[in-house]
């Protein structure tokens, strides 16, 4: 290159056309003296134009030419300052001399009139002096800022706002003074579908859910995506009751809703937490933090009958019962605090067919633990697989306990969650047939029991198979409850359907004339049906007194587990239930009557 120092490198072409796409466009050219090395530079790969310079100016060879030109399509009420501008740059001696004009009007690569703004310094090379510097189109630099600003406020998956455009949207509105409450929600259970079903089937829930919510709405709410599987609605000119009446209600909708844009829901659950402003915070700050604060709990709670969490002043004491409680669980294992009961399960003749085996946690430091907080609390450590290792474990002795004690040992069952068998880590049904293995108990007589709703990936419904070939029988656990898609939970190789007990205590407060108007007796009436015609057997859950068990017996039902038979029993107990289970037999003693439900 003959005319740029060694110091200056030449600007690439695919940079300069980049540069004009932004409205951005780089120019050189030498400014003076006129004459032979001025016309070899315009000839020259140094020279670079921009578009209201002519071709011809090449044939010409001359700045004034050039600068002629230029003054041509500058409107002609901005003309006479670009002209000025002009003569600055033909008296400028070349020792730094940077000339920055104000905004013009001149005729865009499109044909219309644009706002530009030249920046331009002048440098001398050898004999010349060279003009170089950018024309930056204004109108488009505008339109490109706006844009920028959009997309950074904007949620590209589903074109919501995202958290930062709720800051400035909540600061406008806390501005009023009116009351405004937030619903901060997620997706449970959405990391793990994301992993297994791909990104793309993710996106998919991810957009439906988005029109779901949208469709929700009233006038003056707003809804933003603040996070991969969160959701944000603001509700104008409600408080945190009304923001929990229209949280339940939306949680309840959620499912059926979403089944209607999604191709299959996989059992996602939700998690909400609740602000409002003035309650809860005066600012825009405060009120999302209070409202994280809230979905936080809720995660921590994992409460599928209470999703939804308000915030409230005892939040940091809860979030740190919590810790307490997770810290105590890690322990549980190993300080030896837990320990199954058996609640025994029945056939219409009052024969003890099978049990359930129930975990229960007596901590040393805070008593007894219910099932549904720890169960919930150890699926979201991921202590679960090393509490179900120990259930497994446990359940194997108990059963080779039994042996030569009774003359028929009944099948004992074992909750399963999704997640243990979806883990790559621990390999459930290997850990299940080694145990059995070690105390020397057929594979018949252990069953497994999964709850309906939740997800089953491929590798888990492979291991669910892998059991039932090596003999142990699948219970569907809650059947009726969850919103597994039918066709996908029948293949699977079902020994029973579990009715949840939601069915059944709906059979308390209705005569027997009325029953038919009971809701629940459809459903009930509809699944014996469904596990008759798969070949399966038909356990009903929750039986607690004989009116129901009756009714029950009447619609056809053969098999039942529930207070009203036997509460869980600690195991010497159960040893002698099973030794005596004709002491029982009262509880069975029905009138033929003949009538049926």
Known sequence: NNHLPEDRLPIRSDVVALLRRAGVEFFRFPLSPEGKAMQEYFKSDDYIHCHFTSPEILESGSALFLLQSFLQDVHPDDREYMSSVAQLLLESDGFGNDITSRPFRGVSSDGRWSWYEVRMAVTRQNDLLICEGLMVNVDVQQKSLLSLQSSLLCDQLTGLGNLKSAYALLKDIISTGLPVSLIWLDLKGFGRLNTYLGRAKGDEILRATAVVLQDWLQDGDHLIRPDSDEFLIILNGRDSKAAHSAALHLVQQLPSLLELHVDGFYGLGFHAGISSFPDHGDNEDSILSSAASALDQARRINSVAEPIVI???????????????????????????????????????????????????????????????????????????????????????????????????????????????????????????????????????????????????????????????????????????????????????????????????????????????????????????????????????????????????????????????????????????????????????????????
Request: glycine share 6%; with cysteine.
């Open 311 to 597: 915030f409230g002043d005892d939040i940091p004491t809860r979030t740190a019962e919590l810790l307490n409680l997770e810290l105590s669980l890690r322990q549980a294992v190993v300080n030896d605090e837990f320990r199954l009961v058996f609640q025994p399960q029945w056939n219409v003749s009052g024969q003890i067919v099978g049990a359930e085996a129930l975990l229960r946690w007596e901590s040393a430091s805070l008593g007894p633990v219910s099932p549904g907080v720890f169960i919930p609390l150890a699926e979201q450590t991921g202590q679960i697989h090393l509490i179900g290792e120990w259930v497994i474990e446990a359940a194997c002795r108990a059963l080779s306990s039994l042996h030569g004690s009774v003359d028929k040992i009944p099948p004992l069952s074992i909750n399963i969650s999704a997640s243990q068998l979806s883990s790559r880590q621990h390999d459930l049904v290997e850990t299940l047939l080694v145990s059995l293995q070690r105390f020397g108990v057929s594979p018949k007589s252990m069953h497994v029991e999964i709850t309906e709703s939740g997800f089953l990936d491929h590798l888990a419904i492979r291991r669910l198979n892998g059991l039932h070939e090596a003999g142990i029988c699948l219970h569907i656990d809650d059947f009726g409850t969850g919103f597994a898609s039918l066709s996908s939970l029948l293949s699977l190789p079902i020994y029973s359907l579990k009715l949840d007990q939601s069915f059944v205590a709906q059979l308390h407060s209705f005569d027997s004339s009325s029953l038919e108007s009971v809701p629940s007796v459809a459903i009930l009436k509809a699944s014996l049906a469904l596990s008759s015609s798969i070949g399966a057997e038909a356990i009903v859950e929750g039986v607690e007194d004989f009116r129901q068990f009756d009714v029950l017996r009447r619609m056809g039902y053969q098999f039942f587990q529930g207070y009203y038979f036997s509460r869980p029993l600690e195991f010497a107990d159960y040893c002698e239930l099973l030794a005596n289970q004709t002491e029982k037999s009262a509880l069975f003693s029905v009138p033929s009557d003949g009538d049926s439900v």
